[in-house]
Each structure stands twice: as C-alpha cells, then as structure tokens.
C-alpha cells in the first residue's frame, strides 16, 4: 500500500507548514525530506504536497485545532495519488 498523500493549496500553504516545524525551503518545485519515509514536494508557492502517515496525522491534527485561513486541505483518491507520484517524478 502506498503512503497516504495530503495536498495543502494556498499562497500560505508553505509558512502554515513552516510554522509547524517542517522543513520547507523557498525553492519550487523541489522535495524537502522530513522524517523518514515522510516529505514535502513543494510544486509552486501554492501548492505543497505531503507524504506519509505520520506527518499527514500531525497536519490534520494541527488543522482541525485552527482551520487557517485561504489555504484548502485535499486528501486525493487512490488514482490521484498514482498521478501525484508522477508529476513529482517528473518535477524533481
């Protein structure tokens, strides 16, 4: 089973990362590993996409404390996530 995918669109879709302790650069597109097995790929200032459960659990978490404003949370389906793994194959 693949990880999971969270998808985090918004121009302050990066700093509500940042502010949470991940690791993210200004540089797009481009992965910024986190914890093992876990990343952010940073496609453009808009829109980050992240992987693996244990970071995505934390994400959520955080979201449902204080939905932040102007950025949408998506969780993409199964042929989503295999489109997402492409486009993030390609990009990097």
């Given amino acids: 089973m693949n990880d999971p995918f ?6 302050q879709a990066a ?9 993210i650069g200004l540089a ?3 992965r910024y590993v986190q914890e093992e097995d876990e990343e952010i790929f940073k496609l453009n200032h808009e829109i980050c ?8 659990k934390k994400i959520e978490q955080d979201w449902e404390k204080s939905v932040p404003d102007g950025i949408v949370l998506h ?5 989503q996530v295999a489109k ?8 990097t």
């Fill in 15 to 23: 700093s509500w990362l940042a502010m949470r302790g991940q690791t």
């Fill in 75 to 79: 969780r993409p389906n199964a042929e």
């Fill in 6 to 11: 969270l998808i985090l669109q918004g121009t």
């Fill in 49 to 56: 996409i992240v992987t693996g459960s244990k970071i995505i």
């Fill in 84 to 91: 997402l793994n492409a486009l993030m194959q390609a990009r």
């Fill in 28 to 30: 797009s597109p481009a």
